[in-house]
């Protein structure tokens, strides 16, 4: 049974950072495809970053030149630094595995929460 730990959400001034981490246990993470998602309140779940198992990385125009991602295979770790942020980055931010046409594989975990606000 996979379980997905997210962790780092916070509240932010606009223009400040933050590092989001996920945890995964269960699986054989160094084999999988990660990808960040986030849900606004009254929006849909959209995939913002992925991180292919080579490391390779994809990003929503929306967060392009903000936000990195990256992973830890030997932390089964995958991290999202964000850098810049503004009031519609506020979401509830989480971590799955991705397949190849990007559809989120496992069950969710409970997601970490980023407001940013002045």
């Known amino acids: 049974q996979v379980q997905l730990v997210e962790s780092g959400g916070g509240l932010v001034q606009p223009g400040g950072s933050l590092r989001l981490s996920c945890v995964v246990s269960g699986r054989i993470f160094s084999i999988a495809d990660m990808g960040w998602f986030r849900q606004a309140p009254d929006k849909q779940r959209e995939l913002i970053a992925k991180?292919?198992?080579?490391?390779?990385?994809h990003y929503a125009d929306s967060v392009l030149g903000r936000f990195t991602i990256s992973r830890d295979n030997a932390m089964n770790t995958v991290y999202l630094k964000m850098n810049n942020l503004k009031p519609d980055d506020t979401a509830l931010y989480y971590c799955?595995?991705?397949?190849?046409?990007?559809?989120?594989?496992?069950?969710w975990g409970q997601g970490t929460q980023v407001t940013v606000s002045s």
């Open positions: 799955n595995k991705l397949s190849s046409d990007l559809t989120p594989l496992w069950s």
């Open positions: 991180i292919t198992t080579k490391s390779s990385t």
